[in-house]
């Protein structure tokens, strides 16, 4: 029998090491990830929490509360029963080790609860004073301040933060039984129970020793939401949909910095692998204290500090897990509409895509499943428009050769919308042609996401998502004025495109020479449709170049309209809104994005116009550096050299703040000194070296506008160059005709399993400098 693994009705076999293997990657993405690139991450991420983080927000929690009024009452019956039995068993335990003098009281005991709250007793930190009340001793909450208290090594606080998740999931697995019947639905419900990983799962002995040395500045706990009729214990795998959080736990509070950048680094990863995540939950436990956050679409909101020293604390703490435990699904930040199912079959794991079409016959909106095992674009940023791309068939025996591109997304823009405009005017214009005719993607269905709330079905949206949060624009989209961000929450609509599929995007390409072809196809379509109709393409990106396999070797197809403009179209909402692949973007388009107080030695003015075809040039020129120095494919991704001293200088290309990329690729651009020994020195493979080394020549090394420094009371040289925009195509189009003509030759004499290291300029003296530079480095490393 089938599994559709929605947080309610999967089975406790998912959870088991026999059923699958304990990764997140049951999906693994191919496309090009941020996250996966060598280097220091926390830099970027710890800009992005200077401006996205909202702390102290008492809402947080609430987000988690159940929203009808039965379940919200049961959430308070059980939270208050809950911490009622905590407090009871601490009480009896402080008391137990008053009278017996031992360390621990329960370590042999049946009874699961008595070492659990012996664990949490452990974990607060009491002091216990031996008081006479009637006769008896009593447990005295009186504490000393958490900064007075010694540090508690994050992996022996690890069982301790463990055993409070397994003490509350027992009595919610306890009181649910007892209230089946109550109007629950079951199915809905889950437990959050700690999961096992080896690689970050500490344990500490159970009595300490002078000999106890290894000192643990920070640990990590997954927490997942498993069905209700699974054993109460940490659970044995990492199933990728059922982890509601990542909790952090540092040593001292003075961490709580780092780790709250470390949850960050850890989410962001979530965001990746998890591909039926709209947005995260996420604990970060500093000593004795726990906060909770919420990743959102621009927004990381953390919540006020649940003291567990405090019975208030514990209380607050309780609270959260069981409403996550009683909360629908997407109020865990899961995606109902995206469905992993495990049924035993050679095609399983894969996804089920629900997508509202309208029906060919009756022309009225029906929903659809997709099924899906290739998730071919991750969502690799932490917040922003994180697009998610998925290879689909409309027939599970098709699962192997899919024939559509499932994008979800979420917006600003009814990107859908205008994709499908632009797409429509050039299937209009070269449909007919035997050129052009299969140059640009073909448009299936979009349209928003819709998601079940009690009785209502309503469209997905961060104003529905984070309802009550701060920050959180409620109503139409937010206008920026000067195409700077807004300092409130922009309202991002999350929607969902199918195109055909036209075999591969130019990140999986097993050979540099099929991206060299499937690029040259692209550009000369771009060129057409620019001659014919104006347009700009506005965001090219590894993902919006395909490639199809033909009866003459490789074709590329050009997708992704969704920024598209027209050109002279002043007021094109495209140059409001970054584009979501930041690397590969042009540095107008980057510096249109600096927020005005930021300090510039440049006009504004200018960065302030418009797009032109010499920024999709440049797209290009960033795509080619980037996979050729990163890899072409996942398989090279992975072997990628790891290690800082060789962290290539543009991985600040990939920087969340749109200053830092633009600056550096201004920096990178300037020479053709600056460009070899930052950029093309880096670039492994030697084809896509030199093309990268001949369009940086052409775009920015004219004589007439050289190079990109900026020097005060001087023009610009991109304005100078935009004069000279047709000249500069017209060279561009000529050089990928030559070295789209080599490729295919070099395809056809290797049967597309080698790469071709020549090249149409290879007389170069320039290049040949970069080449022999290129070997010599690879060499030493």
Not at 623 to 631: R, S
Request: with cysteine.
């Amino acid at each position: 029998m089938t599994t559709h693994l929605t947080e309610g009705d999967c089975t406790r076999s998912l959870s088991g090491a026999t059923s699958v293997e304990p990764d997140r990657h049951l999906l693994p993405s191919e496309s090009f990830s941020f996250s996966a690139t060598p280097g220091d991450h926390y830099s970027d991420v710890e800009s992005l929490l200077r401006n996205a983080l909202r702390p102290n927000c008492d809402a947080v929690s609430g987000l988690a509360i159940p929203r009808t009024s039965n379940l919200h009452s049961v959430s308070n019956e059980f939270t208050g029963r809950i911490a009622a039995e905590l407090e009871a068993r601490l009480a009896n335990t402080a008391q137990c080790k008053v009278l017996s003098g031992a360390f621990r009281c329960f370590s042999y005991t049946s009874d699961p609860l008595d070492v659990w709250a012996e664990d949490v007793l452990e974990w607060t930190g009491f002091s216990v004073t031996e008081t006479s009340v009637g006769g008896h001793n009593r447990y005295d909450g009186h504490h000393s301040d958490d900064s007075e208290l010694m540090a508690m090594d994050a992996d022996y606080a690890v069982p301790f933060f463990k055993s409070f998740l397994l003490f509350v999931a027992h009595y919610v697995k306890e009181y649910l039984g007892e209230n089946g019947s109550n109007g629950l639905k079951l199915k809905d419900c889950g437990l959050i129970l700690p999961v096992s990983n080896n690689n970050v799962d500490s344990e500490s002995t159970d009595f300490p020793s002078t000999g106890y040395v290894n000192t643990v500045e920070f640990a990590l706990v997954e927490c997942g939401r498993f069905p209700l009729d699974s054993t109460v214990e940490r659970q044995a795998a990492s199933v990728p949909h059922l982890i509601v959080a990542d909790a952090v736990i540092a040593r001292n509070k003075d961490d709580h910095d780092e780790a709250e950048l470390r949850l960050a680094t850890k989410t962001m990863e979530l965001f990746f692998s998890q591909h039926n995540c709209r947005f995260a939950w996420g604990l970060a436990a500093t000593s004795r204290t726990i906060r909770a956050y919420v990743f959102g679409t621009d927004d990381i909101w953390a919540s006020t500090k649940m003291d567990i020293t405090t019975a208030e604390g514990r209380q607050a703490f309780i609270s959260l897990l069981v409403d996550w435990s009683l909360c629908p699904v997407e109020r865990l930040g899961f995606d109902p509409t995206i469905r992993y199912v495990l049924d035993g079959s050679a095609g399983s794991p894969y996804l089920a895509i629900d997508v509202l079409e309208a029906s060919k016959s009756t022309g009225q909106e029906e929903q659809r499943t997709y099924y899906s095992k290739q998730c071919v674009g991750g969502a690799d940023r932490l917040t922003g428009r994180r697009a998610r791309y998925f290879a689909a068939s409309a027939d599970l025996e098709a699962l192997d050769t899919p024939a559509f591109l499932i994008k979800d997304v979420w917006t600003t823009l009814n990107s859908d919308v205008r994709e499908m405009t632009f797409l429509d005017a050039l299937h209009g214009e070269f449909d007919d042609s035997s050129e052009f005719g299969n140059s640009f993607s073909h448009f299936v269905s979009a349209g928003p996401v819709y998601l079940r709330q009690g009785n209502e079905v309503i469209a997905d949206s961060t104003d529905t998502a984070f309802a009550g949060l701060p920050g959180v624009t409620q109503g139409a989209t937010r206008v920026t004025s000067g195409a700077t961000r807004s300092s409130a929450s922009k309202v991002r609509q999350h929607r969902r495109t199918v195109a055909k599929w036209a075999g591969n995007i130019i990140s999986m390409a097993a050979d540099p020479n099929q991206i060299v072809v499937a690029i040259a196809d692209a550009m000369v379509a771009l060129n057409a449709a620019y001659v014919k109709r104006k347009i700009i393409h506005g965001n090219i990106t590894d993902q919006a170049i395909q490639f199809q396999k033909t009866a003459d070797g490789v074709k590329g197809v050009l997708a992704e309209f969704d920024y598209a403009s027209y050109t002279g179209n002043s007021s094109d909402s495209t140059n409001a809104e970054m584009p979501e692949q930041i690397m590969f973007q042009s540095i107008r388009t980057l510096e249109r994005q600096i927020p005005p107080e930021k300090p510039s030695l440049f006009d504004k003015k200018h960065a302030n116009g418009q797009n032109t075809r010499l920024d999709d040039w440049e797209n290009i020129l960033y795509i080619i550096c980037v996979l050729g120095t990163f890899g072409i494919n996942q398989t090279e991704r992975k072997a990628y050299p790891k290690g800082k001293p060789r962290v290539p200088p543009i991985k600040l290309w990939s920087s969340d703040e749109a200053q830092t990329p633009s600056t550096q690729k201004r920096f990178h651009m300037n020479t053709e000194d600056t460009f070899g020994e930052n950029v093309a020195l880096r670039i492994r493979n030697r084809t896509l070296r030199r093309l990268a080394v001949d369009i940086h020549r052409i775009l920015f090394l004219d004589p007439r506008c050289p190079g990109t420094n900026r020097v005060r009371g001087q023009p610009d040289p991109l304005a100078l160059r935009d004069g000279l925009e047709a000249e500069i195509v017209a060279e561009l189009l000529r050089l990928l005709v030559q070295y789209k003509r080599d490729a295919l030759a070099a395809l056809s004499a290797t049967g597309s399993t080698t790469t071709d290291n020549t090249d149409p300029s290879s007389s170069s003296s320039k290049k040949r400098k970069w080449d022999a530079m290129a070997e010599t480095l690879s060499r030493k490393k």
